[in-house]
């Protein structure tokens, strides 16, 4: 495997285990307004677009149910308390952005959950080796993934360009958002989505752990 000087990072099933989190605070959101509840697996397969998205996928009928903006406000008021709980970086990924932090590698995290949330999580984790990091805010006029727009910004913030670099996902719109941006992608195993889902949207380049991304091949 290639080595690169920058690195763009997802978060959520790839730096950070963050479903359990999730899970809780949209079913807790849900109880609220006596909707029904799912299982943490289901959860699994609504997130990766976005929390809004996610909601949409979560509450009877989406954004077409009359209760929807005030359930998807209690998930945000929940998840802003709650997102430390349970969540925790995978095995390995300290010590792999250690790792590329040594040798003098840029890294930056780019994701679809909301933007005070991304910073923050980041600011808790990996506050020595992540330098940039950018969820959704379209209200800056920066659109969510798979637009290019939250790793071209990133590239700006780090004061690099896409030369050299390389983005690092575990979903379909992860493999969309490289795709759009110019940039190849590596694909992880161990986060959202298995290697068969990935395969079939267009993932050729895979690692199982953290560690992979420091070999070269």
Not at 178 to 189: D, F, K, M, W
């Amino acid at each position: 495997m290639k080595l690169y000087t920058t690195y763009i990072f997802d978060l959520d099933g790839t730096l950070l285990d963050t479903l359990g989190d999730l899970a809780a605070s949209v079913n807790a959101a849900l109880r609220t307004y006596h909707l029904p509840e799912h299982t943490v697996d289901e959860v699994r397969m609504m997130v990766g677009n976005g929390v809004r998205l996610l909601m949409e996928r979560a509450v009877p009928d989406g954004n077409g149910n009359p209760l929807f903006e005030e359930v998807f406000a209690a998930f945000r008021r929940h998840y802003m308390e709650h997102a430390l709980d349970t969540t925790r970086p995978y095995d390995g990924i300290q010590e792999t952005l250690a790792a590329l932090k040594r040798r003098g590698c840029r890294t930056a995290v780019v994701s679809n959950k909301f933007d005070a949330a991304t910073k923050e999580l980041c600011r808790h984790f990996f506050s020595d080796t992540i330098d940039v990091a950018i969820g959704e805010n379209e209200a800056a006029g920066i659109r969510k993934k798979p637009m290019p727009d939250t790793v071209i910004e990133a590239l700006r913030q780090l004061g690099t360009g896409s030369d050299d670099a390389v983005y690092v996902g575990d979903s379909d719109v992860d493999i969309a958002t490289a795709r759009n941006s110019g940039l190849p992608c590596i694909s992880v195993l161990w986060g959202f989505r298995d290697r068969s889902f990935l395969q079939a949207h267009g993932g050729t380049c895979f690692v199982s752990h953290p560690s992979e991304l420091l070999s070269s091949m």
